[in-house]
């Protein structure tokens, strides 16, 4: 999963892409174990996925209400549709991203 800067998400957004960003601070043993299945499921499902360090965008975690981290953020269309903040197992996390971004746009 690519690092993503302010650019990249606008960019994103902006072409109203579909796809997660997933937002963590490296010192966070959870984010770390959310990443590691992220990366599963990219290897899974063909969407766009960023990952952004909270630490350098409070903005963000403001503007868009962000609680904690690990947070994924579903975005269909350029528009937030879920927010998940307990990742549970690769197999929820394949089935939330297959109901809201993919089949959404099939």
């Not at 690092?3 to 959870?30: K, M």
């Not at 903005?59 to 307990?86: F, M, Q």
């Amino acid at each position: 999963m690519n690092e993503w800067n302010r650019d990249d998400l606008s960019l994103f957004l902006n072409q109203r892409g579909t796809g997660v960003v997933y937002f963590y601070t490296p010192l966070c043993g959870t984010c770390q174990l959310a990443g590691k299945m992220l990366g599963v499921v990219e290897h899974l499902v063909e969407i766009e996925m960023g990952k952004m360090n909270l630490n350098y965008y409070s903005d963000l975690a403001e503007k868009w209400v962000i609680e904690s981290v690990p947070c994924l953020l579903l975005i269909r269309n350029g528009e937030i549709v879920d927010t998940i903040y307990a990742f549970h197992s690769v197999p929820f996390l394949l089935e939330k991203i297959n109901k809201e971004l993919i089949q959404a746009d099939a």
